[in-house]
């Protein structure tokens, strides 16, 4: 990585970086294929932009692609968080450089007259959407900038501008994203990483003042500055895969293992054949790239290593979706990232009241991707990945003959390699069950406030709260939070349990088909019971400020729920406010603080009862 550089780390304490100072690189463009019609930078940017496309492109993971500049754009807000995990200096933000980069307007490492430097690029990629093949997709209106490596943590970043403008990709579009979907877009990007959950980031936002972008209605356009340790998707190599391309297959996953991961020997060793459900957490690394593991017939090869590190990672991620309760909306094999990171946000949103088949997307009539499918998806996604990299992955100890690199697949080799991949994904299956199980627990554990597992929680906790919570309508992240602050004291007894239960309700009181006062809160007594039990083994009866404490931790106040973002564009695009975006993102950095300091009452009701008839909210992939 470090060949591919520009500039330097600094030395003793690091306060940041200026942007020119910044350490940036270009690995993803050095080390791919580009777009045969633009092999160079300077192809591209003596080019007419209708030039450029939008068409097809073939034997390439990318075209060189600058953005469409703007006019008069405002630098609506930036997350201070993001500007620090990136290596930038507070107040950087303030200067010209910065709001032209963000905007668009400047490509920082491209020098003009000499036509050469780190040029912008957006990447070809295709996908299986609502399970069918969609063909070429790639980044419409996404155009990556540059990468940069955080001086003081040393992790690579590529930065992108979403809304940047046309590109091979862009299809019927017209390469613009609107301030509605890019305003949901940075902030739920930046509450995603405050609830610890894997995401891509957003570093700022931009108004486009100029630009009126078509959708159900006109709308003003709008950037979003993001970033990702790799933008890379399943999709990336569907494409590849469908138009048989098996050398750029091995090329791409090379560069994953090598340039995106930590190398081969960060990948995860084969599991015990005895029990991979108990062992699937106790993996280790450190084997090297040419070592086969397992016995004949049902060897491991590193590409089998590189297949399960990304089952692994997008098992965790769909893991904290589910306890968190985050809903995707449209879980293609597109918006499914190699890193396991959620990504592409479109018509997400967390769960108001638990409802296992709650879908936010108002297109997806047969609930594809509702919660309770998610984690099936993601497999369903993953299983698309793993018939990519069959070829290699059954290849076995035969990956690197010099036949099988030139020619493919023999006729008498190809059962052998068929049954192993085979075996592969179907081992991947259990390990991706086993790591998604294990991660909700830790998780579902953490947020009741237990400090032990138990096999029986899963079932008397977990599963009976929900229950209960999907049938009284009860709010799923609320529920967790006032939690919290129950004291064990105060639900010794039945008749106390039954009083503490209303605090659980909505303000319009119980709901919910069939349910009673009476019902209500003896089924919810009931689940209390259980809790406290299980609380009072774990904590004692004289630490109930410690296990608040605790709880807390993980149980945010404050959640970017849909009706919170709908008031959030209205005020914005419509009244011209620009302070409140600061202050919503103020809680959504912070969500687990009791108050943020800037208007009591409204935070309270951003964090309190979602309005009856803002529940559940739809919205379509349009942005």
Known sequence: MASHLSNGATNGAFTGATLSDLPKSHTFTSSLPPDPAFPI????????????????????????????????????????????????????????????????????????EAGEGIYPWAQCYGGWQFG???????????????ESTNPSTQTRYEIQLKGAGKTPYSRFADGKAVLRSSI??????????????????????????HEKVRRERTEPGAIVARFAQSWLRIGTFDILRARGDRDLVRKLSIYIAENVFK?????????????????????????????????????ENRFARLYREIVRRNAKTVAAWQAYAFTNGVLNTDNTSIFGLSIDFGPFAFLDNFDPNYTPNHDDHMLRYSYRNQPT??????????????????????????????????????????????????????????????????????????????????????SELLNTMESLELDFNQSFRKLCSIKLSDIETEDQRKEVASRFFHHEGVTGFGNTEESARTRVAEWLARWRVRALEDWG???????????????????????????????????????????????????????????????????????????????????
């Open 41 to 112: 930078p300077l192809d591209s940017h003596e080019a007419p932009r209708q030039k450029l496309g939008p068409r097809m492109v073939k034997g390439a993971l990318y075209t060189f692609v600058r953005p469409e500049t703007t006019k008069e754009p405002e630098l609506l807000a930036v997350s201070e968080r993001a500007m620090n995990d990136i290596g930038l200096k507070k107040g950087e933000e303030e200067t010209e450089d910065f709001k032209a980069l963000v905007a668009g307007n400047k490509l920082l490492e491209w020098d003009e």
């Open 541 to 623: 009866e004289r630490n109930d400020s410690e296990r608040e404490a605790a709880m807390k931790k993980v149980n945010p106040k404050f959640i970017p729920k849909s009706w919170v973002l709908d008031e959030l564009i209205q005020r914005i695009e419509k009244r011209g406010e620009r302070e409140i975006l600061h202050n919503v993102m103020q809680m959504a950095l912070n969500p687990f603080e009791d108050s943020w300091g800037w208007d009591e009452k409204e935070e309270e009701r951003f964090c309190g009862d979602v309005p009856r008839m803002s529940r559940a909210m739809q919205c379509s992939c349009s942005s």
């Open 377 to 462: 998806i993601i497999w369903w996604n993953l299983v698309r990945l793993g018939e990519s990299l069959g070829e290699l992955m059954g290849a076995g100890a035969k990956v690197d003959d010099e036949q099988f690199l030139e020619k493919g697949i023999t006729e008498d080799f190809a059962p052998e390699l068929i049954k192993r991949a085979e075996g592969i994904i179907d081992r991947a299956a259990d390990e991706f069950r086993a790591v998604f199980l294990a991660e909700y627990k830790r998780l579902m554990s953490a947020r009741l406030g237990l400090t032990t597992q138990k096999d029986e929680d899963f079932e008397n906790l977990f």
């Open 132 to 146: 069918s093949w969609a063909g070429q997709l790639g980044d419409g209106r996404a155009i990556s900038l540059f």
């Open 184 to 209: 949901r877009e940075f902030v739920v990007s930046e509450a995603l990483n405050a609830l610890r959950i894997p995401t891509t980031r957003a570093m700022a936002l931009t108004l486009l003042p």
């Open 263 to 299: 190398g081969w020997e960060s990948l995860p060793a084969k599991l015990a054949a005895d029990d991979p459900k108990t062992t699937a957490l106790e993996t280790h690394t450190g084997i090297p790239a040419a070592e086969l593991e397992g016995a004949e017939g049902d060897e």
